[in-house]
């Protein structure tokens, strides 16, 4: 375990200021699996103006005060340093009505959703863990702290969350936060989309698992809490671990052949960006021929998202066919043609709409492999039709 120097310099200097200072959460997760984290988070007894006192000479910036988040830069990494808090009543399901920053770090584990994630390390490496989350991590398990049906009526959407980390960790759900994540998912209508755009983003891309949490969640009706009667595309389950871990490739593979895939995708509130790439996937229609000719044409009007249709329907022969064309040429449009309308008005009589119309079908002729893409050639190609 080797906790970078910057994150042991901030740690240090909280403790060396008379505070407490712990690592927690996934990065906590990250050194007990001996992987790198990629973030790190820090929980302190300093309260947020005690912690930005104590980095003055570094450069802080108050990410969440509110909540007690400072972020402290140092020499190319930054963390997010948090004062311990308690949570009160969750009256709403989602927020809890008050925070309030506390001294005790027995107050900052217990807030927190499961076990393996309440578990907080100090820059020895020394772990404090009130909640067995070292032993639950040993046995792959993932279990609510405290009682299950509590935390999750207190905040729905830890339901998501309990699948989201049984999916990435591909760890089991304990059998009682399970049951109660079942019956309670109901309570997910509570949640904001962009909270669980988040959570189920970060499910489906899991490398190993989503396909076996996923089907969890379908056959206990979990997704049918998330999305309006959804229709899912059950062969996908067996194998979207397969497909890359792009959450459009792998949420349009869900739900592939389901009339309301844009309604569903639009319904999470993702980016217009991501929205457009999943209709796109869903709009394709893979030719039954897989002749050149044909897949051009198909590449020509989908681009990439031709090679995500072939993935999402798990037709890898003629996905490698599509990437290995969309890859090594470069005409798929008429602006990609070694010619231009002008080029064309100067060596032929066509004027207006002609143009165009020349243009495309000597696009449709590159496609074809009656011409070469090469200006001469498409000037000859273009006298004797
Ligand atoms: P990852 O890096 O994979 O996202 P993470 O554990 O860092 O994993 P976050 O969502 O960033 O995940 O949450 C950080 C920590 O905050 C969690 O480990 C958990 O202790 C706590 N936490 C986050 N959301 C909740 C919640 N809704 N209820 C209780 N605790 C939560």
Sequence with gaps: MNIPVQIEYMLKKLTDSGYEAYLVGGCVRDFLLGKTPDDYDITTSAFPEETMAVFASDKVVPTGLKHGTVTVLYS????????????????????????????????????RDFTVNAMAMDFDGNIIDLYGGVRDFDNRIIRAVGEPSERFTEDALRILRAFRFASKLGFDIENKTLKA?????????????????????????????AGKILRIMYENKVLDCIFDKPQINIAALDYIDKIP???????????????????????????????????????????????????RRLLSRYKDAA??????????????????????????SVSDLDINGTDISNVTSRRGKEIGEALHTLLFAVFDGKVENRKSDLIEYLKRI
């Excluded at 969750?90 to 807030?111: A, K, Q, W």
Aim: one cysteine or more.
């Design 307 to 332: 090679i995500d249709r072939a993935t999402a329907e798990n037709k890898g022969e003629i996905g490698n066919r599509l990437f290995e064309i969309f890859d090594t040429e470069d005409c798929f």
């Design 245 to 295: 871990p792009f959450a459009h490739t792998r949420f349009a593979a869900l739900f592939l052949y389901d009339e309301r895939i844009n309604e569903h995708v639009k319904s999470l509130k993702p980016s217009n960006e991501f929205a457009a790439s999943v209709k796109s996937i869903a709009e394709c229609r893979l030719p039954s021929e897989y002749d050149v000719p044909t897949l």
């Design 76 to 111: 190319g990494m930054s963390a997010e340093i948090t004062t311990y808090r308690t949570e009160t009543a969750y009256t709403d399901g989602r927020h809890p009505d008050n925070v309030e920053f506390s001294r005790d770090i027995r107050d900052d584990l217990c807030r």
């Design 181 to 209: 994540a079942i019956s309670l998912a109901p309570r997910l209508s509570l949640v904001s989309r962009e909270r669980i755009f988040i959570e189920f983003e970060k499910l489906i891309c899991s490398m190993y698992y």
